[in-house]
């Protein structure tokens, strides 16, 4: 059960911290994970050239990798700044965007686990399958899943990789392989914004910045989505103005906000 002091104290502390959170991401999302990074309080970069991001790892609070639009430079660069950040003991949040669609993806996804060992992995059902079970073929970045079917491979996936591995979807789940969290906040419409869930990959990595309790951070960071979503969407006529009234809402989202919206 998601202790809501511990969620306050930590939101307080990206506020007041402002961690830095190098993000090599995807080019449909930069522009929407880092204003909502900036929303919330934390510090984000944007950096996935090889000549750079050792450097720009060494200096961060946590490392999200995201694979959306990969390609080999990229790849190459995200395996330097996560080696980097696993030396350093530096929270990584990895998103593995249309793991199973394609051969490439999910060689990319195995290899980023097994080298990088990321601390938390966030990923919507199929893409959480897909993780486990390499027969298992996905449609491109959307779930064909729901989060519920997807929570036995969640819970394998986390022992065997000793991530924190968080399932998207109506229900959000947060599991180290032995204690499930759950956020029932949201609205449907969040899945109609394309990068909801990279927003909430980079959220949860600033909530890792700050929390050294993993399963807390991860559990956090997507009951700040959840909440933040449901309140904007209830103000939004589509998903055009619920991009923009995320943001707002999350700039503006108090501890009030929080104790009265959140549905463990
Ligand atoms: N049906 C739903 N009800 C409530 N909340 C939802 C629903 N679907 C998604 N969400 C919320 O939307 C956010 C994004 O989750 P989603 O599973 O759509 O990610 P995703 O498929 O990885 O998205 P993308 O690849 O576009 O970034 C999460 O915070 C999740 O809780
Ligand atoms: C639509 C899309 N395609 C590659 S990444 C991305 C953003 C949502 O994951
Ligand atoms: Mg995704």
């Not at 992995?121 to 996905?138: C, F, K, P, V, Y």
């Not at 759950?182 to 949860?204: D, E, F, W």
């Not at 050294?212 to 969407?233: C, D, Q």
Request: hydrophobic share 45%; glycine share 6%; proline share 3%.
């Amino acid at each position: 059960m998601i202790n809501i002091e511990h969620l306050i104290r930590d939101l307080n502390l990206i506020r007041k911290q402002s961690p830095l959170i190098h993000n090599i991401t995807n080019y449909v999302v930069m522009n929407n994970t880092a204003n909502a990074l900036l929303a919330i309080g934390a510090s984000p970069v944007m950096a996935h050239s090889v000549d750079e991001v050792e450097e720009m790892a060494v200096i961060a609070s946590s490392l999200v990798i995201n694979i959306g639009t990969l390609e080999a430079a990229w790849v190459e660069a995200m395996l330097i700044a996560g080696k980097t950040a696993l030396t350093k003991s530096t929270p990584i949040v990895f998103d593995p965007v249309g793991a199973g669609a394609t051969t490439y993806r999910s060689k990319v996804c195995k290899q980023l686990i097994e080298e990088c060992k990321p601390s938390i992995i966030r990923g919507n059902a199929s893409e959480i399958i897909a993780l486990l079970d390499t027969q298992a073929q996905t449609k491109g970045v959307d779930s064909t899943n729901t989060s519920d079917s997807a929570l036995n491979s969640a819970k394998a996936l986390a022992l065997q990789t000793n991530a924190v591995v968080v399932i998207s979807g109506e229900t959000d789940y947060i599991t180290n392989g032995a204690t499930v969290e759950t956020v029932k906040n949201g609205n449907p419409m969040m899945a109609k914004v394309t990068g909801m869930g990279c927003t909430a990959t980079a959220i949860v990595g600033a909530f890792s910045a700050v929390n050294k309790n993993l399963l807390e951070a991860a559990a956090h960071g997507m009951a700040v989505m959840g909440i933040t979503g449901e309140i904007a969407a209830s103000i939004s006529k589509g998903n055009g103005s619920l991009q923009i009234n995320f943001l707002d809402t999350l700039f503006n989202l108090d501890e009030e906000a929080i104790r009265k919206n959140i549905k463990p």
